[in-house]
Structure formats: structure tokens, C-alpha cells
């Protein structure tokens, strides 16, 4: 393997573990937020479980429309 092309796996494997630990914060934070919230009473977890799966639903759609443009397209027309 060469110099550069094991300096590109060192690189990614960097960046993988600096998406996780970025994802590992967003996790606390929500969690923090929720816990909060639901101690307030501002949120019950019925609420937040229909809004976990409108918003799974939407972004479900989005994705598939981004995978087949073609497919929506023909649905507009």
C-alpha cells in the first residue's frame, strides 16, 4: 500500500471518529433537552413519539424522492 493511500485511510478513520463523537454530544444534548422538557411537563412521551414518527415519515419521503427524481417528477405532472 502506498504512503498516500494509507495517509487516506489515517485520515478517514480520523474524521469517523470525529463524526462520532460529534454524534455522541448531539445524543447527550437531546437527551438533556428531553429530560428536561418532560420533567416540566412540556412534553409527554406519547407527544414526543408522534412527532418522532411524522418527522421519520417526512424525512422517509424526502429521501426516497432524492433517490428517484424521475419518479417525482412524473407524480406532479
Same mark, same amino acid.
Given at each position: 500500500?502506498?504512503?498516500? #493511500? ?11 471518529? %470525529?463524526?462520532?463523537?460529534? /454524534?455522541?454530544? $448531539?445524543? =447527550? $444534548?437531546?437527551? *438533556?433537552?428531553?429530560?428536561?422538557? $418532560?420533567?416540566? *411537563? ?7 413519539? &408522534?412527532?418522532?414518527? &411524522?418527522?421519520? #415519515? $417526512? =424525512?422517509?419521503? =424526502?429521501?426516497? %424522492?432524492?433517490? /428517484?427524481?424521475?419518479? =417525482?417528477? %412524473?407524480? &406532479?405532472?
Amino acid at each position: 500500500m502506498s504512503t498516500s #493511500r494509507s495517509f487516506e485511510h489515517v485520515q478517514l478513520a480520523a474524521q469517523l471518529a %470525529d463524526l462520532k463523537q460529534e /454524534h455522541y454530544q $448531539t445524543l =447527550l $444534548t437531546l437527551n *438533556g433537552l428531553l429530560a428536561i422538557l $418532560t420533567n416540566k *411537563g412540556i412534553v409527554n412521551d406519547s407527544e414526543l413519539s &408522534r412527532m418522532m414518527q &411524522r418527522i421519520d #415519515r $417526512t =424525512l422517509e419521503e =424526502l429521501i426516497a %424522492d432524492l433517490a /428517484h427524481p424521475k419518479a =417525482l417528477a %412524473d407524480q &406532479r405532472k
